[in-house]
T-cell receptor, first 112, second 113 residues
Framework: DAGITQSPRHKVTETGTPVTLRCHQTENHRYMYWYRQDPGHGLRLIHYSYGVKDTDKGEVSDGYSVSRSKTEDFLLTLESATSSQTSVYFC???????????FGPGTRLTVL | GENVEQHPSTLSVQEGDSAVIKCTYSDSASNYFPWYKQELGKGPQLIIDIRSNVGEKKDQRIAVTLNKTAKHFSLHITETQPEDSAVYFCAASRGDSSYKLIFGSGTRLLVRP
């Protein structure tokens, strides 16, 4: 599992509140990714990082922001959570040029 | 935009039978095709992958085939066992950025004992 942890593992919050999810890796992988998983949609890329302080948008980035101040940590922030952001969020890491991605255990987020 | 279609969405087989899951991709520049297995409550785990310069790859009971001309790739599981029951995802690398993947919608495989 490439030493990836996610916190919290479960969270219930209310509409309009800010939420931050954390991904921590111990493998010194260059690339880090945030995905959301919803029934019928597989995994969709929210944001990704190709190095410290280097991030870019994925296909479903609206309403989300990210930060990467250290190689090992990648934070996903929902500035003002909405019910449509209820989902399971997965962090993944990847090494340079190898394409393989390794996934964390996921965070189940419920926005009421 | 680029997409990956995966079929079937659910598959039920008898233990010992074979299972085949198929995916089609749209980006002709895709060159990396991984398959992931996801068990209940866990993150996806890479089980096998193939690159565009290879037509087939095997690892014990699982194999993946790639037809670049038709933009198809498939996962084959032989001698299925109950522990093979899970959701399987295919993915393809994006042509404009090989370190990003586009995932199929998943196949729920049930192996009946």
């Amino acid at each position: 599992d490439a030493g990836i942890t996610q916190s919290p593992r479960h969270k219930v919050t209310e509409t309009g509140t800010p939420v931050t999810l954390r991904c921590h890796q111990t493998e010194n992988h260059r690339y880090m990714y945030w995905y959301r998983q919803d029934p019928g949609h597989g995994l969709r890329l929210i944001h990704y990082s190709y190095g410290v302080k280097d991030t870019d948008k994925g296909e479903v980035s609206d309403g989300y922001s990210v930060s990467r101040s250290k190689t090992e940590d990648f934070l996903l922030t929902l500035e003002s959570a909405t019910s449509s952001q209820t989902s399971v969020y997965f962090c993944a890491t990847g090494t340079s040029g190898e394409n393989e991605q390794f996934f964390g255990p996921g965070t189940r987020l419920t926005v009421l | 935009g680029e997409n990956v279609e995966q079929h079937p969405s659910t598959l039920s087989v008898q233990e010992g039978d074979s299972a085949v899951i198929k995916c089609t991709y749209s980006d002709s520049a895709s060159n990396y095709f991984p398959w992931y297995k996801q068990e209940l409550g866990k993150g996806p785990q890479l089980i096998i992958d193939i690159r565009s310069n290879v037509g087939e790859k095997k690892d014990q009971r699982i194999a993946v085939t790639l037809n670049k001309t038709a933009k198809h790739f498939s996962l084959h599981i032989t001698e299925t066992q109950p522990e093979d029951s899970a959701v399987y995802f295919c993915a393809a690398s994006r042509g404009d950025s090989s370190y990003k993947l586009i995932f199929g919608s998943g196949t729920r495989l049930l192996v009946r004992p």
